[in-house]
């Protein structure tokens, strides 16, 4: 059985170049993914491929069994996929009411009742409904990047580095709702550098190492194997 988002055998890069060599990422519904490797992996253009970004040479993408390979991440968003790229992910003018509506356009109805969902998943959100996002810290300018990609209703979230630059706290604090967004049904998929807290969140594991797949499990499987934590986890 193929996975609810599955990208196989994946090829490609940038020009003649290729940072994907034939890797294979996989999420079911309400489970969270985690790709975790050196920089330079391949982990981020992993991610572009299996959002459209980048043009595989080689392999193919399938949401729900049907193959998605071609189409445009415009496409892949009316599909049910939502992306948060690690920076820029927010509009700092913008209020964080503002924001999470931008999100929102996409939805014919309900958008309220989902705006009251994010608000329900992060409370701070609703406090600051009115400040501009460029003035929140670090980690609730993520939520906000999160609580907007969550107002299309996905069915695919993908997250590129959400806990990047924050502090342990906020950081146990997002994967805690990433948690929570799993458990909705929603599969998630992240890329992240600090690799030992993911993988212990993680339903499934993947360590790219240029561009291939060198290890991939759960993740209490992934923390056990000696080689993955001496080569990626720090001993």
Known sequence: MTAFLSGTNMVGGYGVVDILRGCTIEVESGQVAVIVGPNGAGKS????????????????VTLAGEDITALTPQARVAKGMSFVPQTDNVFAS????EN???????????VQDTMAQIYDLF?????????????????????????????TRPKVLMLDEPTAGV???????????????????????????????ALQIADRGYVLVQGENR?????????????VRKSFLGG
């Open 123 to 151: 409370p701070v959100l609703k406090e600051k409904r009115y400040q501009p996002a460029g003035q929140l810290s670090g980690g609730q300018r993520q939520q906000v990047a999160v609580g907007r990609a969550m107002m």
């Open 167 to 197: 502090s342990p706290v906020v950081m146990d604090d997002l994967f805690d709702r990433i948690i929570d967004i799993a458990r909705s049904g929603v599969a998630v998929l992240m890329v992240e550098q600090n690799a030992r807290q």
């Open 100 to 110: 999470l509506e931008m999100g929102g356009l996409t939805q014919r109805e309900g």
């Open 94 to 97: 913008m209020t964080v009411e």
């Open 215 to 227: 290890y991939s499990g759960s993740g209490p499987e992934l923390l056990r194997q000696e080689d």
């Open 45 to 60: 253009t992993g991610m572009k491929a299996l959002f459209g970004m980048l043009k595989l040479r080689q392999g193919t």
